[in-house]
């Protein structure tokens, strides 16, 4: 999900040796022991496992394009949506997650409480539902051109 802490993903083979420290170890869980990890966190927050598919509230044309604008001007420069950008992990050292993947790892209640401090003014309610109509095809219109331009690829 962090591709500063994949190297690997970014270089290949030939990993610059100053891009080699590793932040977090990788565990080898067994999927029993992962599954039993993921219970008692999902069962410390009263949250529900197994994990419930998300169900956004369907967005307005008008609602879209403001959320679609919101994520062009203020999550974008950051993040991606799909294929790991390599040429731009080279060098954004704040490169983040994969937005396309937000419906499937995410819950909604934990993201409209992560957004406020991590987005401030990008943190909209439509922009969370946004957030979870995107997939790993999904592809934004060009900045500027959100009201022009349909979003291609939203889940169902
Ligand atoms: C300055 C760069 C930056 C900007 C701007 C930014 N983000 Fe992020 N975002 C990150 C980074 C880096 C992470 C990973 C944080 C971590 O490793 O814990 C992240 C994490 C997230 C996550 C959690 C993703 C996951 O799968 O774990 C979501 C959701 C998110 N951002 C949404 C947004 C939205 C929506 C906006 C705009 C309104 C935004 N971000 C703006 C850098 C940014």
Redesign the pocket.
């Known amino acids: 999900?962090?591709p500063p802490l994949h190297p690997e993903w970014i270089y290949g083979d030939v990993v610059p040796p100053s891009k080699l420290a590793l932040r977090m170890p990788s565990y080898t869980l067994l999927t029993d022991d992962a599954t039993a990890i993921v219970r008692a966190l999902a069962a410390r927050d009263g949250a529900t496992f197994p994990f419930a598919p998300p169900r956004p509230a369907p967005l307005s044309p008008d609602e879209r394009i403001l959320a679609v604008t919101?994520?062009n001007t203020?999550?974008m420069?950051?993040?991606y949506i799909g294929e790991l950008p390599r040429e731009r992990a080279k060098t954004e050292e704040?490169?983040?997650?994969d937005?396309g993947?937000?419906s499937e790892?995410?819950r909604p209640a934990w993201?409209s409480g992560?957004?406020p401090e991590?987005?401030h003014a990008?943190?909209t309610p439509a922009?969370v539902d946004l957030?979870f109509w995107l997939r790993e095809r999904t592809v934004l219109p060009p900045p500027g051109d959100e009201a022009k331009v349909p979003i291609l690829g939203l889940g169902d």
């Open positions: 999900m962090r919101t994520l203020e999550c420069g950051c993040h704040h490169l983040g997650p937005l993947r937000v790892r995410l993201v992560f957004l991590h987005a990008g943190a922009v957030l």
